[in-house]
Structure formats: structure tokens, C-alpha cells
């Protein structure tokens, strides 16, 4: 079993649609969540930490239910700039130490 | 927020040949950075930890004698791979971790092996 999982999609939704991602990890000592985005061809970049208690960023909720291992991503009013593969990332300690990846979910969002 | 930069931005080379990537920190200083390598359609899979002036932990599978990382100062570290094959193109980024612990990305490298 991957340490950590996610639907690889494509997510194909409308211009303004609402979209939500979820992304399940393994090791229950896991202590740092976050959801990343990559462009095509290019590095990832954090979109977002993810905290127990849940949190929000302008268009985008993180949550995070511990007791049942999973993250999730929801994108509100998406924008066709929102196409994009974003990666659920777990880290067991503190972010400087080893995080390890999801295989992504690609989202596409067409006009 | 944080950059990030790696040199160079992508490399062609014959196989058997060695090729160096740079990864530096441009404004802070990046006690640990670590080297990740990326496949088509697969995600970011972990190489090596690199610690300022220790030895790097490379995780399992990762032949450390063919990829050799150097960490010389709190703001550079560079990866070697050694005697490249076509197996080992790759895109293969950076990350360094600032004092805040967010890990900043590096653009990457594209390596191709001829």
C-alpha cells in the first residue's frame, strides 16, 4: 500500500464549478500535511499547509481528519488558471525532515 | 516567498557521462535540502536528504556512489550523477527547508541521456 494515496483523475469540471480532492495517508504518526500544486514541466509549489482544525485560503478549504487518515481539497468558483495536478503531501515530523508525495490528481477546467 | 534556484534548467548529455546539478538557497540559509526525481506522469519520489557538512541519507533503492550529493555550505548543494544511461533521464528537483520548516522548491532539471 502507497504511503500516500489519491484519485489521479483527470477531474474535468466546468469554469466555476466546485471540485474537492481527498487524499488518504498510512502512517497514523504522521504530523504535517499540505497540498501542493504543479504546473505542467514545472516544480511543485505549496498551495496550502492543512491543520487539524481545517483552514481556509480565498477559493480553497484544506481539512484534515486524523482519525480516519484522510486530507482534503476543495476549490470553490474554480478558474480555468485552477488546471493544474495537485499533490497531497505527508510529512512525519516537522516539514524540514523527509515528506513524501502523493501521485497527484490532475484537474482541468474548461471554459 | 522563498527562492530557490537550480543550474542548469536542463542537460542533454552522452551516455556514461557525468553530469552536476547546483541547487542553491538565494535568500535564506537551508540547513537541509533534499533531491527528489520525477518520471513522466509520476509523482515527486524522494533521493536524498543533504545535511550542511554531513553526509547525505539517501533512501532506499537510491545508489549512493552513482548519485552523489555535496552539501558545502548552507546555501549550496549539488548533485552528481555519475557515468549517466538513458534510465536516468529524468526532471530531478530541489528543495530547501527555511528556518520557518517550509520546504521551497527548486525549478528543476530536465536530464536527458542520450
Known amino acids: 500500500r502507497k504511503e500516500v494515496e489519491q484519485d489521479p483523475g483527470p477531474f474535468n469540471v466546468p469554469e466555476g464549478a466546485t471540485v474537492a480532492f481527498n487524499c488518504t495517508y498510512s502512517?497514523?504518526?504522521?504530523?504535517?500535511f499540505f497540498w501542493y500544486r504543479q504546473d505542467c514541466r514545472k516544480e511543485p509549489k505549496l498551495l496550502m499547509s492543512?491543520?487539524?482544525s481545517g483552514n481556509e485560503d480565498g477559493r480553497f478549504t484544506a481539512q484534515l481528519n486524523r482519525a480516519s487518515q484522510y486530507i482534503s481539497l476543495l476549490i470553490r468558483d474554480s478558474k480555468l488558471s485552477d488546471s493544474a495536478t495537485y499533490l497531497c503531501?505527508?510529512?512525519?515530523?516537522?516539514?524540514?525532515?523527509?515528506?513524501?508525495f502523493g501521485s497527484g490528481t490532475r484537474l482541468s477546467i474548461r471554459p | 516567498g522563498a527562492v530557490v534556484s537550480q543550474h542548469p534548467s536542463w542537460v542533454i548529455c552522452k551516455s556514461g557521462t557525468s553530469v552536476k546539478i547546483e541547487c542553491r538557497s538565494l535568500d535564506f540559509q537551508a540547513t537541509t535540502m533534499f533531491w527528489y526525481r520525477q518520471f513522466p506522469k509520476q509523482s515527486l519520489m524522494l533521493m536524498a536528504t543533504?545535511?550542511?557538512?554531513?553526509?547525505?541519507?539517501?533512501e532506499q533503492g537510491v545508489e549512493k556512489d552513482k548519485f552523489l550529493i555535496n552539501h558545502a555550505s548552507l546555501t549550496l548543494s549539488t548533485l552528481t550523477v555519475t557515468s549517466a544511461h538513458p534510465e536516468d533521464s529524468s526532471f530531478y528537483i530541489c528543495s530547501a527547508a527555511s528556518e520557518e520548516e517550509t520546504q521551497y522548491f527548486g525549478p528543476g532539471t530536465r536530464l536527458l541521456v542520450l
Open positions: 492543512v491543520y487539524s
Open positions: 543533504s545535511n550542511e557538512g554531513s553526509k547525505a541519507t539517501y
Open positions: 502512517n497514523s504518526a504522521s504530523q504535517s
Open positions: 503531501v505527508v510529512g512525519q515530523y516537522s516539514s524540514a525532515s523527509k515528506i513524501i
